[in-house]
Antibody, heavy 119, light 108 residues
Framework: QVRLQQWGAGVLKPSETLSLTCAVYGGSFSGYQWSWVRQPPGKGLEWIGE???????NYNPSLKSRVTISEDTSKNQFSLKLTSVTAADTAVYYC?????????????WGQGTPVTVSS | SSGLTQDPAVTVALGQTVRITCQGD??????ASWYQQKPGQAPICVLHGENHRPSGIPARFSGSKSGNTASLTITATQAEDEADYYC???????????FGSGTKVTVL
């Protein structure tokens, strides 16, 4: 059974860099798309970006200038870095697997990491 | 527009049928996936592709698509179906992923 376990700092000050890592257990890392999704308090889901089965990365245009998603295939892990955070980046952050590049779905999710940005 | 539009909220009586819609240009090319999210929990997929239910999802969840609109139908709605529902697909460029704005389903 595939399991995603994520971790990272939960409290940041404005202008700091958010850093989260997600480890994939119980299944293959290659051949799938690995995404980060966030959800601000009381709001909907927002896709942040992905590393895809070709090793490339795609990002939400609204965050592209501040986001880097990378993978470490030797460890079956992928990571999110979001620079220059503000209060607007306060959210629960999820890692997730997108099964098929064209049709998905997001079939496995991490447990979520609440991140608060506050001075 | 590359976004997906959903009605913010719907209400359904226990045991009745509710349909949730998701509109967007990308749905002319791609199928939507549908996710159920309950408070404090990660989303779970309830439907994907043409009309595929993941293992463990009850048969009362079904889907369809016409033109730029995908629909999720819950038949004989149960109290435990009260949740937020989100649609998702590739955007029209094929490079990005998008989520709908979400629909809150209330069961009376």
């Amino acid at each position: 059974q595939v399991r995603l376990q994520q971790w990272g700092a939960g409290v940041l000050k404005p202008s700091e860099t958010l850093s989260l890592t997600c480890a994939v257990y119980g299944g293959s890392f290659s051949g799938y798309q690995w995404s980060w999704v966030r959800q601000p308090p009381g709001k909907g889901l927002e896709w942040i970006g992905e590393v895809n089965q070709s090793g490339g990365a795609n990002y939400n245009p609204s965050l592209k200038s501040r986001v880097t998603i990378s993978e470490d295939t030797s460890k079956n892990q992928f990571s999110l870095k979001l620079t220059s955070v503000t209060a607007a980046d306060t959210a629960v952050y999820y890692c997730a697997r997108f099964y098929d590049y064209w049709s998905g779905p997001f079939d496995y999710w991490g447990q979520g990491t609440p991140v608060t940005v506050s001075s | 527009s590359s976004g997906l539009t959903q009605d913010p909220a719907v209400t359904v009586a226990l045991g009745q049928t509710v349909r949730i819609t998701c509109q967007g240009d990308s749905l002319r090319r791609y199928h939507a996936s549908w996710y159920q999210q309950k408070p404090g929990q990660a989303p779970i997929c309830v439907l994907h592709g043409e009309n595929h239910r993941p293992s463990g999802i009850p048969a009362r969840f079904s889907g369809s698509k016409s033109g730029n609109t995908a629909s999720l139908t819950i038949t004989a709605t149960q109290a435990e179906d009260e949740a937020d529902y989100y649609c998702n697909s590739r955007d029209s460029s094929g490079f990005l992923l998008v989520f709908g704005s979400g629909t809150k389903v209330t069961v009376l």
